[in-house]
T-cell receptor
């Protein structure tokens, strides 16, 4: 099955600076890589995703990059704001037909005003 | 269009009691999941269902059973609750990999 590793587990950045969270995966057949944001006491919500036919996708201040050769993908948040403080999870499906998702262990991002 | 609806939102059980967490989605998704999330931890897969009539164990299935009643509903049952099952439970469904989560059930077993 899929094994997803996520680093770092905690990250503190000054407001306005950039934050980068990285994930590696084991199943070379995986072709879809989402990122979820979970605010305190809330459900995880999809913020951005990328499919394996592209190397980068951007949506305003957030971007995801994918390196299929190295089997890793990263979340980039630029010009961070206090509302970016949350736990972020990466995920990868182990079998696209089943869509069984394996989540990373999460990164607690704290934005320091 | 309500998305994924979970009930109840909160529950307190005594050790040994049983209960069923209900989940329903109205997005016509094939795949549904139950995860648990312990404080400060990630999402651990309990069971998932790739389609109506099929279920498979995830990472932490012991102490739980599931039923995929139809395409919309996927329930999670605790037959004899234990304090180690105190957690927040999330139901989810997916379409082409994109997961949509219910609001969560905060379960405390005393």
């Amino acid at each position: 099955g899929e094994n997803v590793e996520q680093h770092p587990s905690t990250l503190s950045v000054q407001e306005g600076d950039s934050a980068v969270i990285k994930c590696t995966y084991s199943d070379s057949a995986s072709n879809y890589f989402p990122w979820y944001k979970q605010e305190l006491g809330k459900r995880p919500q999809l913020i951005i995703d990328i499919r394996s036919n592209v190397g980068e996708k951007k949506d305003q201040r957030i971007a995801v990059t994918l390196n299929k050769t190295a089997k890793h993908f990263s979340l980039h948040i630029t010009e961070t704001q206090p509302e970016d403080s949350a736990v972020y999870f990466c995920a990868a499906p182990s079998n696209f037909g089943n869509e069984k998702l394996t989540f990373g262990t999460g990164t607690r991002l704290t934005i320091i005003p | 269009n309500a998305g994924v609806t979970q009930t109840p939102k909160f529950q307190v059980l005594k050790t040994g009691q049983s209960m069923t967490l209900q989940c329903a989605q109205d997005m016509n998704h094939n795949s549904m999941y139950w995860y648990r999330q312990d404080p400060g931890m990630g999402l651990r897969l309990i069971y998932y269902s790739a389609s109506e009539g099929t279920t498979d164990k995830g990472e932490v299935p012991n102490g739980y059973n599931v039923s995929r009643l139809n395409k919309r509903e996927f329930s999670l049952r605790l037959e004899s609750a234990a304090p180690s099952q105190t957690s927040v439970y999330f139901c989810a469904s997916t379409l082409t990999g994109r997961a949509f989560f219910g609001q969560g059930t905060r379960l405390t077993v005393v």
